[in-house]
T-cell receptor
């Protein structure tokens, strides 16, 4: 079975731009969660989608949004980029929603905002 | 508010020595507990989780952890480490009950296994 894939792996943007990151879950998994990892703040939960519905959301501003498609693929969008948005963005998939089912992580997308 | 404290940011050990990575948490509600490992330039991998039942949880790669409710701790242990265990380890806490859960990670502990 193929693992979780994230595209692109690396991205460089400038302040004020917007960016869209993509995550393809393991086949059959319907839950996709997104996380931000920075040296200063560590790992932080962004949101979880299940069956095209956002089930849970972390404490991030509205500039961070996401969606999930009928094939369970998910995208994350960040608008009006700020320098502090530079981070590794990880997505994880699982069979069930709720965060207790084993999550399988992708390798991440490294976003650099200049 | 919920918080997770990993007491050591770095732990250097020699190969075949035992290791304990410490994790304490604070929460006003019941929680589930997790340990993840992150190898360089990779995503996270679940090592083990405590949901209920026995407080001693065994995970992959020979790791185990013990949930201590009175001390609000969930320390990770391995009796004999290998060079390949060099990685960053994260403790995480999730509140129980429903879709509006709160998930908090510790800052991580970098385990370095030296020959």
């Amino acid at each position: 079975k193929a693992g979780v894939t994230q595209t692109p792996r690396y991205l460089i943007k400038t302040r004020g731009q917007q960016v869209t990151l993509s995550c393809s879950p393991i086949s059959g998994h319907r839950s996709v969660s997104w996380y931000q990892q920075t040296p200063g703040q560590g790992l932080q939960f962004l949101f979880e989608y299940f069956s095209e519905t956002q089930r849970n959301k972390g404490n991030f501003p509205g500039r961070f949004s996401g969606r999930q498609f009928s094939n369970s693929r998910s995208e994350m969008n960040v608008s009006t980029l700020e320098l502090g948005d530079s981070a590794l963005y990880l997505c994880a998939s699982s069979l069930l929603a709720g965060g207790t089912d084993t999550q399988y992580f992708g390798p991440g997308t490294r976003l650099t905002v200049l | 508010a919920q918080s997770v404290t990993q007491l050591d940011s770095q732990v250097p050990v020699f190969e075949e020595a035992p290791v304990e990575l410490r994790c304490n948490y604070s929460s006003s509600v019941s929680v589930y507990l997790f340990w993840y490992v992150q190898y360089p330039n990779q995503g996270l991998q679940l090592l083990l989780k405590y949901l209920s039942g026995s407080t001693l949880v065994k995970g992959i790669n020979g790791f185990e952890a013990e949930f201590n409710k009175s001390q609000t701790s969930f320390h990770l242990r391995k009796p004999s480490v290998h060079i390949s265990d060099t990685a960053e380890y994260f403790c995480a806490v999730k509140t129980r009950g429903g879709s509006n859960y709160k998930l908090t990670f510790g800052k991580g502990t970098l385990l370095t296994v030296n020959p």
